[in-house]
């Protein structure tokens, strides 16, 4: 997914973020990251430049917040990372990457891509 909206694989650590949980969101395929019990697996990415910041910012649903979680790096480092916060409606229940493959990424990487395309229209 990041691919299809910044043009790039960017480098990353794998981490985990205790006490945070990934959830489903209502009438979305996509998740949201919550406070709650457990832990959150994902990725901390580690060059992101300014300008792909902006493109994510601009991305993201209005529902998410940016903000500082504290991870635990698969190196053990324990260290602050920025994520996309959901601040909306959720449900209770695990999202689950598994079936977000096998039921919609390839839509969803065709949404990603017409919406990449749309953005750099409107900065040309």
Known sequence: MISAVIGRIPQYENAVAPGWQVVC????VYPGLIPGHGEAVGKVFTDLT??????????????????????LLSTEIEMDALSYI?????????????????????NYLDRCRNWRQRYDQRGS
Do not use: K
């Open 25 to 28: 969101l209502p009438e979305r």
């Open 86 to 106: 959901w601040r909306g409606h959720h449900i209770n229940q695990p999202w689950l990457a598994s079936d977000f493959g096998r039921n919609e990424l390839a």
């Open 50 to 71: 300014d300008t792909e910041w902006a493109t994510l910012d601009a991305f993201e649903d209005p529902a998410y917040n940016l903000a500082t979680v504290r991870v």
